[in-house]
T-cell receptor
Framework: DTAVSQTPKYLVTQMGNDKSIKCEQN?????MYWYKQDSKKFLKIMFS???????INETVPNRFSPKSPDKAHLNLHINSLELGDSAVYFC???????????????FGPGTRLTVL | KQEVTQIPAALSVPEGENLVLNCSFT??????LQWFRQDPGKGLTSLLL?????REQTSGRLNASLDKSSGRSTLYIAASQPGDSATYLC????????FGAGTTVTVRA
C-alpha cells in the first residue's frame, strides 16, 4: 500500500564510507525528488528526475549521485561520507504537468543517516 | 531566489481553540502552494494544495487561503485537537518546491 517507500529507514556509518539509499514509488508518477532535512529541520531539494532524466541539481557536492533506473525508482548514492552529511533524506514523487509546473508531491518516510 | 517564512515558529494552544498558521513567500511567480504536516521522526503528509489560480482550499477542519499578489498563505485549523500537534510546513512551487522552516504546534488537552 505504501505510496513512496525508502530503504533503509536508519543508516549509521563511518566517515569515508560509501552508502546508498533506495526509493520506490507505486503512484505512477513521472517525477521523483531527493530532499535533505538538516538538524534545524530545514528541508531543501537536492535533485529532481523527470522520466529518468535529471532536471534539478541544487548545488549538491558531486559525492552525491542520484540514479534512476526507471520512472518508479530513484536511488541516492553517497561517496566518501562526511560528518556534515548526517541528516534525514526524503524521497518524494509527483506527476509533472504541462509547462513545467508540478502537482502535489508525496513524500516517503525518510532515511535518517548518521555519520560517525 | 524564493524565500519562504513561517510565523510563528512555535504555537501552543488549549484544545478546542482555532489555529492560524502564517506563511509568506518573496516571489509571487508560483505554480502552487502546498501545506504539509510532519510528525516527530516521520515523513511529510500533504494536507492541502492550492493552485496559483485558486484563492483557497478546504479539507475537513482545515482551510488554506492564498493571496499570491501579496505573497501570503494562511492555514486555519478549526477546533484543534491534541492529535493536531505536529510541525506544519508551507512550500511553494516555482521550478522547485521551496519550504519554510515550519510552525511547531502543541495542542494541550
Amino acid at each position: 500500500d505504501t505510496a513512496v517507500s525508502q530503504t533503509p529507514k536508519y543508516l549509521v556509518t563511518q566517515m569515508g564510507n560509501d552508502k546508498s539509499i533506495k526509493c520506490e514509488q507505486n503512484l505512477g508518477h513521472d517525477t521523483m525528488y531527493w530532499y535533505k532535512q538538516d538538524s534545524k529541520k530545514f528541508l531543501k531539494i537536492m535533485f529532481s528526475y523527470n522520466n529518468k532524466e535529471l532536471i534539478i541539481n541544487e548545488t549538491v557536492p558531486n559525492r552525491f549521485s542520484p540514479k534512476s533506473p526507471d520512472k518508479a525508482h530513484l536511488n541516492l548514492h553517497i561517496n566518501s561520507l562526511e560528518l556534515g552529511d548526517s541528516a534525514v533524506y526524503f524521497c518524494a514523487s509527483s506527476q509533472a504537468r504541462q509547462g513545467g509546473s508540478y502537482n502535489e508531491q508525496f513524500f516517503g518516510p525518510g532515511t535518517r543517516l548518521t555519520v560517525l | 531566489k524564493q524565500e519562504v517564512t513561517q510565523i510563528p515558529a512555535a504555537l501552543s494552544v488549549p484544545e478546542g481553540e482555532n489555529l492560524v498558521l502564517n506563511c509568506s513567500f518573496t516571489d509571487s511567480a508560483i505554480y502552487n502552494l502546498q501545506w504539509f504536516r510532519q510528525d516527530p521522526g516521520k515523513g511529510l503528509t500533504s494536507l492541502l494544495l492550492i493552485q496559483s489560480s485558486q484563492r483557497e482550499q478546504t479539507s475537513g477542519r482545515l482551510n488554506a487561503s492564498l493571496d499570491k499578489s501579496s505573497g501570503r498563505s494562511t492555514l486555519y485549523i478549526a477546533a484543534s485537537q491534541p492529535g493536531d500537534s505536529a510541525t506544519y510546513l508551507c512550500a511553494v512551487t516555482d521550478y522547485k518546491l521551496s519550504f519554510g522552516a515550519g510552525t511547531t504546534v502543541t495542542v494541550r488537552a
